[in-house]
C-alpha cells in the first residue's frame, strides 16, 4: 500500500497508551514548492507540519488548529494550520541570514514562545494555549504544551527531509480513560513501568527510521513484543484555505482609497497567498464591482 501522507492511530491493548504516527510526502513537498526556505528553517517548518498534525489527531475539534511560532529570529515566525479533516497549509518568515544545517528551533527563533490555536470552522468558540519555546527543539516544546493543556504526559519524535516530514506521538491516559473506551477494551491503568519501556522503545527510533520506514514496519520494529492495534489510515493532504471570496474581504478591509491608489500605481491589484504562492488579481473591473454598493461591507466578512 501507498504509505505517503497518512495519518496511523494506534492503541497498546493492554494498558491506556496511544499513539498517532503521520508521513507527510507529497502534501509535504507541495507545502515547501514555492518557498525557497534555508535547509535549517525548513527542516524546522517540517517538524511543525508533522507535530501539528499529531497534535490536530489527538484534539477533539472541527474547524482549524493553528500553531504560531514567533520571536527575535532569524526565523520570526512561523504558522501551520491544520483543519479536523486533514488539511494542513504553513509558512516560514526569515529575516537575513539562517544558520546552516542542523540549527534547531532555539538557534532559529531565539527566546521566543509557540501559540496553539483551536477555532470552530464560524470562529464563535476559540482555545488558545502558549507555551515557551525551549532550546531542545521542536518536540519538547509539543511535550510541554500538552502537559500544561492536556495534562497528559506525551512524547514526541519529529524529522523532516526535503521528501518527508514525519512524527510519532505517544500518549499516556488516564487510568480507565472514558475518552477511549470505544478504542481500549482493557483500559487498565498504564503503570509507570509500562510507560516507561513504551518510550525508551521509542526512543531507539532513529531519524533515518523515522523518515524512512513505512508505518507497519515502523511499529513492527518498536512494539513487537506488545499488543498494538494498528487503526485504518487516514489521508493528510496540502490544501490552502485562501479563496477569492477570501482576498476580495482583505481588499475591502483595507479600503477603496488605497485599493484605487495600487490599481492607479500598477495597472492591476495583485495579492499573493504566502502559504501557496497563488496569486489573485483584480483589474479596474473587477476594483470597482469589489466596492459596488450593496456588496458586504468592510469587515463583514472573516479575514485572513
Ligand atoms: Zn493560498
Known amino acids: 500500500m501507498h504509505d505517503g501522507d497518512i495519518l496511523r492511530r494506534f492503541v497498546f491493548e493492554r494498558f491506556p497508551v496511544r499513539g498517532h504516527l503521520v508521513h507527510l510526502d507529497a502534501s509535504w513537498r507541495a507545502l515547501i514548492e514555492h518557498h525557497p526556505y534555508p535547509e535549517a528553517i525548513r527542516t524546522v517548518l517540517g517538524e511543525g507540519v508533522a507535530a501539528t498534525m499529531l497534535l490536530a489527531a489527538t484534539v477533539k475539534f472541527e474547524g482549524r488548529l493553528t500553531l504560531q511560532v514567533e520571536g527575535p529570529g532569524p526565523m520570526h515566525l512561523m504558522v501551520v494550520q491544520a483543519t479536523h479533516q486533514m488539511a494542513v497549509r504553513g509558512v516560514a518568515r526569515w529575516t537575513g541570514e539562517a544558520p546552516p544545517g542542523e540549527a534547531g528551533i532555539g538557534a532559529l527563533v531565539g527566546e521566543g514562545r509557540m501559540f496553539v490555536t483551536v477555532e470552530s470552522e464560524d470562529r464563535q468558540s476559540r482555545y488558545q494555549g502558549v507555551v515557551p519555546l525551549m532550546g531542545e527543539g521542536l518536540a519538547a516544546c509539543f511535550e510541554a504544551y500538552f502537559q500544561q493543556s492536556e495534562q497528559l504526559p506525551t512524547r514526541l519524535w519529529l524529522v523532516a527531509t526535503p521528501q518527508r516530514a514525519a512524527g510519532l506521538l505517544l500518549q499516556r491516559l488516564p487510568s480507565g480513560a472514558t475518552a477511549s473506551a470505544a478504542e481500549i477494551e482493557h483500559s487498565a491503568e498504564a503503570g509507570d513501568e509500562d510507560w516507561n519501556r513504551i518510550v525508551h522503545l521509542a526512543s531507539t527510533l532513529t531519524a533515518d527510521e523515522l523518515a524512512g520506514l513505512p508505518a507497519e514496519e515502523l511499529l513492527h520494529r518498536l512494539f513487537h513484543e506488545e499488543d498494538l492495534r494498528l487503526f485504518d489510515p487516514a489521508p493528510v493532504y496540502f490544501q490552502c484555505a485562501c479563496s477569492r471570496d477570501r482576498v476580495s474581504g ?7 482609497v ?11 491589484v495583485e495579492v499573493r497567498c504566502e502559504f501557496c ?6 483589474d479596474a473591473v473587477d476594483v470597482t464591482a469589489l466596492f459596488a454598493p450593496g456588496e458586504p461591507a468592510a469587515g463583514s466578512r472573516a479575514l485572513q
Do not use: C, F, K, P
Open 250 to 256: 482583505i481588499l475591502r478591509s483595507l479600503g477603496e
Open 258 to 268: 488605497e485599493v484605487r491608489e495600487i490599481l492607479a500605481e500598477r495597472g492591476e
Open 277 to 282: 504562492n497563488r496569486a489573485w488579481q483584480y
